[in-house]
């Protein structure tokens, strides 16, 4: 069998329109083609490989559960879910864990367990949802109606009701929103997806005392942010703004599917028996791997090691712009990092991820407008540096063309 990207159009539902490499390896923060180029990766599978390719520590994990016990179904609890859920709930605000696969399914638990905490507690009329224009929370039909991208959530027919959008940063807009019949307030404490925008600090304990006065539940998106990408273990403990309900996956697993919706005990309540559930939801396997990487990440060094890097990241893409004036602003917060395009390149940021593939770079984009950034957080410096010049060759290829 030719297995090749031309397969793909062949077998493949054409929901993607993935690039002609086909890596086959990976190491660190490099990877291999099925032709044997080798890349740096400053994508990191979305900001999913949060130690890189194949770290020592997930690899053991991966090896050592995998041949003691992968799966149950939650008829039965097993050991490294309850080892996972009890480090988590010690490093965060949190004092109860659910398990999903996936970011897309623990917001949608996120949001079911609102909706019915404010049906328990205040009665059906409380049932409204606020989110923000360009926020992302997965594509289930629940998340991509809360998601502030019409694009993604029109065109499958009537959607979940009582969701309303506005503008993130606009704190005169959400307060206009907000009422008693807010049941919970959705939102990114650095939207990732829309482009790397923080919130002002302002915004952020806004919104949070808003979600307070009005009894809200205030639930922060942790997906992109989570496990240490901006240099806390999660954002909101740099914000010093503390969510009900807080979700995380991508690198919570450092490349294997898992997903967590974590919240205090008295609204973990409402989620009763029988009212949720998943069936691969905190299997073993997935635990066992999250575990390490959760133990390896939430370490002074690595978190420390996030902010040194990303000094040096944001350094390099300055140096690059400095010369070739391509970038208006560079902005994120640790190794999330969008380089918005300037005037001229408007709309056209794609053109940088497909120049740097061709450079032997891996990178991404965060809408039409901006390059991302979200390498492994132990990328070694010297590979920051032969990336970074990769890029700048990919730059320049884009600034003659
Ligand atoms: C990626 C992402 C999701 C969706 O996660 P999936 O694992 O693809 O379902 C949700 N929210 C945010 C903020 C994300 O970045």
Redesign the pocket.
């Known amino acids: 069998m030719t297995v090749n990207r031309e397969l793909f159009d062949h077998v493949m539902v054409p929901n993607y329109a993935p690039s002609s490499v086909i890596p086959v390896r990976g190491e660190g923060s490099r990877v291999w083609d099925q032709q044997g180029r080798e890349f740096i990766d400053f994508a990191g599978g ?1 900001a999913v490989n949060c130690l890189g390719h194949c770290h020592p520590a997930l690899v053991g994990a991966l090896k050592e559960q995998g041949e003691k016990l992968w799966h149950l179904s939650n008829v039965m609890t097993n050991e490294p879910a309850l080892r996972l859920a009890k480090k988590m709930v010690d490093a965060t605000f949190a004092e109860k864990v659910y398990f999903a696969n ?4 623990a ?1 949608e638990a996120a949001l079911k367990l609102a909706r019915r905490f404010a049906l328990d507690q205040f009665g059906a009329e409380k049932s409204q949802i606020i989110a923000f224009n360009k926020g ?4 289930t039909f629940f998340t991509v109606t809360v998601g502030g991208q019409a694009a993604y959530s029109d065109g499958f027919g009537p959607k979940p009701g009582d969701i309303v959008h506005c503008d993130y940063n606009d704190l005169a807009a959400f307060e206009a929103l907000i009422s008693d019949k807010t049941c919970a307030v959705m939102m ?1 404490p650095l939207q ?2 829309g482009g790397i925008v923080s919130p002002t600090d302002e915004f952020a304990q806004g919104v949070r005392d808003l979600c307070t006065k009005h009894n809200a539940l205030l639930i922060f ?1 942790e ?2 942010t989570g496990v240490g990408r901006t240099g806390n273990l999660y954002a909101y403990q740099g914000l010093n703004v503390v969510p009900d309900i807080l979700t995380t ?2 690198a919570l697993g450092g490349g294997f599917p898992i ?1 967590a919706m974590i919240t205090t005990t008295e609204i973990a309540q409402h989620l009763k028996v029988g009212t949720h559930g998943s069936t691969y939801g905190g299997n073993p396997l997935a635990c066992a791997v999250a575990e390490a990487a959760f133990d390896t990440v939430n370490t002074p060094e690595v978190l420390a090691g996030v902010t040194a890097k990303a000094a040096l990241f944001n350094q390099l893409l300055t140096e690059i712009n400095n010369k070739y004036h391509v970038f208006s602003e560079i902005r994120g917060q640790g190794l999330l990092i969008g380089a918005v395009v300037s005037e001229q390149y408007k709309g056209r940021a794609k053109e940088f991820l497909v120049a740097g593939t061709e450079h032997g770079l891996m990178s991404l984009v965060a809408g039409a407008d901006v390059v991302r950034f979200t390498p492994s957080l132990v990328i070694p410096e010297a590979d920051i540096r032969e990336g970074m010049a990769r890029f700048e060759k990919a730059v320049a290829s884009v600034v003659s063309a």
Do not use: P, Y
């Open positions: 979305i996936s970011g897309a399914e917001n992302f929370h997965g594509r990114e990732g997806e998106d997906v992109q996956a991508k997903g």
